[in-house]
């Protein structure tokens, strides 16, 4: 199992930028594949952004290419999540998500074993 807690969530105004961070604790992050979701208000969750156990396999929702990057930190066992041009659309729980078993990545949420508690995101407009 993958412990993993999400930081850096806030209110923030529209065009406002923030960074997400999920430390990993109990396997390193270079033997998963990690990925962030949202879930806004009313909505299911949805995929925003995946990265693969070498760093080189990426993929964005469509509603956040362009503005949000992942990236890791290997030494810190951490991931992030750099938001940018936020927009009141992007409000939501943020969650930090850990794939163990795939060999390539997904958007799948349900190949995804270990989540975290979640951190809010509130874009105002």
Do not use: H
């Amino acid at each position: 199992q993958v412990q993993l807690v999400e930081s850096g969530g806030g209110l923030v105004q529209a065009g406002g930028s923030l960074r997400l961070a999920c430390a990993a604790s109990g396997r390193t992050l270079s033997s998963c594949i990690m990925g962030w979701f949202r879930q806004a208000p009313g909505k299911e969750r949805e995929f925003v952004a995946v990265i693969g156990r070498r760093g080189s396999s990426i993929r964005y929702g469509d509603s956040v290419k362009g503005r949000f990057t992942i990236s890791r930190d290997i030494a810190k066992n951490t991931v992030y999540l750099q938001m940018n041009s936020l927009k009141p659309e992007d409000t939501a729980v943020y969650y930090c998500a850990a794939d163990r078993s795939s060999v390539l990545v997904s958007t799948t949420q349900a190949n995804f074993d270990s989540w975290g508690q979640g951190t809010q995101v509130t874009v105002s407009s």
